[in-house]
């Protein structure tokens, strides 16, 4: 059984900066994408970063590009979004995601087998 567990959310005024991490267990991950989504009341699930952990190859959306990193520590098999200049639109819940390996849209929530309970982030103006 696949486990995600997130961590690391908070109340940060803009500006500042958050880590959130993503413990992984249950299997193996190698090969698999991992992913961080965001999604706030009434609204769909939105992606924010991505990469294979095989490969590292890594994946931003728009709104965050410079501004977030995602990155692994294979030994604890964890993922972690680092998320700086954090913005008041970026309060959302954040929830990490695997998928096995395939040939994927890896924007896409629909195309994530696993997911994580999520994590508020608020960020105050």
């Known amino acids: 059984q696949v486990q995600l567990v997130e961590s690391g959310g908070g109340l940060v005024q803009a500006g500042g900066s958050l880590r959130l991490s993503c413990g992984a267990s249950?299997?193996?991950?190698?090969?698999?994408?991992m992913a961080w989504f965001r999604q706030t009341p009434g609204k769909e699930r939105e992606f924010v970063a991505a990469?294979?952990?095989?490969?590292?190859?890594?994946y931003y959306a728009d709104s965050v590009k410079g501004r977030c990193t995602i990155s692994r520590d294979n030994a604890k098999n964890t993922v972690y979004l680092q998320m700086n200049s954090l913005k008041p639109e970026d309060t959302a819940v954040y929830y990490c995601?695997?998928?096995?390996?395939?040939?994927?849209?890896?924007?896409?929530?629909?195309?994530?087998?696993?997911w994580g309970q999520g994590t508020q982030v608020t960020v105050s103006s």
């Open positions: 995601a695997a998928r096995s390996p395939g040939r994927i849209n890896v924007f896409l929530a629909s195309s994530y087998d696993y």
């Open positions: 990469f294979t952990w095989s490969d590292s190859v890594t």
């Open positions: 249950g299997r193996t991950f190698s090969s698999y994408f």
